[in-house]
């Protein structure tokens, strides 16, 4: 069954932050201070969507929608990267809310991306990730997610496959070409990106035929490294989309040396540079240690 992108799309991979995280009951609950509730119950992803392994996929019955974190300094982080990764894209910012269960707080380990314009973004995995690897990860997992938004926007990815991959490699992409944007998070250190990316959606998953395939552990890391590659160029959602697909499907069946990018001739001579890597990466032959420290 092909995946339909008018569904709400979870982030699957970020389920695996880490493994333990997923279904951990000893993980620490932080105090929960007064927060502002919407009143509200957070809407369930569509069944389709069910990609996470290691947690339910859907919000627990006793979660809650919040406007805010524990505190203003996190609350103004999230805030900031939302209006900075839509601004890039020259977009008005979808809906940004908080789910939290006081009950249950591992059930939060998530973060999903909706076709109606709001991203829901889990207590449990916003604080996992700041104490295991700072601020960049949740800024790669919100413009993770946010990648999704611009699929809904624009009927993106143009490539289809039976499974999720290409919807989920092309939102590996989309985050690792806002962490490098000087506009962006304007990180130009791939090693630090590549250790968030790493901390964030390390393994990826082998079950390739399953609907909710996110690509392989290689394929995801060279899904993050093209987009950081690509964030050498100013591109619109569309321009990405092709040169993200025109260098990754190459990568991917090998064809890349027999064709050339004549759309984007400036673009191709940079990326030549770079496509034997890309497909080393993809293939394991470089190894998770080794893309860490990619220049």
């Not at 982030?11 to 009143?39: F, K, R």
């Not at 339910?56 to 209006?83: E, G, I, R």
């Not at 977009?91 to 991203?119: C, E, H, M, Q, W």
């Not at 759309?263 to 890309?278: N, S, V």
Request: with cysteine; aromatic share 14%; glycine share 6%.
């Amino acid at each position: 069954m092909k995946r339909k992108i008018q569904f709400p799309i979870l982030l699957g991979a970020i389920a695996v932050l880490s493994l333990s995280a997923c279904n951990d009951d000893t993980m620490e609950t932080p105090v929960q201070p007064e927060q502002q509730a919407e009143n509200l119950k957070p809407e369930q992803p569509n069944a389709l969507e069910k990609v996470c392994y290691y947690v339910d996929q859907y919000w627990s019955s006793s979660s809650v929608l919040l406007t805010s974190l524990q505190n203003s300094t996190d609350t103004n982080f999230m805030n900031s990267q939302m209006t900075k990764i839509a601004s890039m894209w020259g977009r008005s910012n979808p809906t940004l809310r908080f789910v939290n269960d006081p009950s249950n707080f591992n059930s939060t380990y998530n973060a999903i991306s909706y076709s109606t314009g709001k991203i829901y973004y889990g207590y449990a995995i916003y604080y996992d990730a700041k104490a295991k690897g700072g601020d960049i990860v949740n800024a790669m997992i919100l413009a993770h997610e946010y990648g999704h938004q611009l699929q809904y926007i624009f009927g993106l990815p143009t490539v289809t496959e039976s499974t999720a991959r290409p919807n989920e490699l092309e939102a590996d992409g989309f985050a690792g070409y806002y962490l490098r944007r000087p506009n962006g998070y304007n990180q130009t250190s791939f090693a630090q990106i590549a250790a968030a990316y790493e901390f964030a959606q390390s393994i990826g998953d082998y079950q390739t035929t399953s609907p909710g395939h996110h690509g392989t552990p290689p394929q995801r890391r060279s899904a993050v490294r093209l987009g950081f590659l690509l964030g050498q160029y100013s591109l619109s959602a569309a321009d990405f989309d092709y040169n993200f697909f025109y260098y990754y499907q190459g990568v991917l069946n090998g064809t890349y040396k027999m064709a050339k990018n004549s759309q984007y001739p400036e673009l191709d001579a940079y990326m030549k540079q770079y496509l034997d890597e890309l497909k080393q990466i993809q293939t394991g032959e470089i190894s998770a240690e080794e893309f860490k420290n990619l220049k």
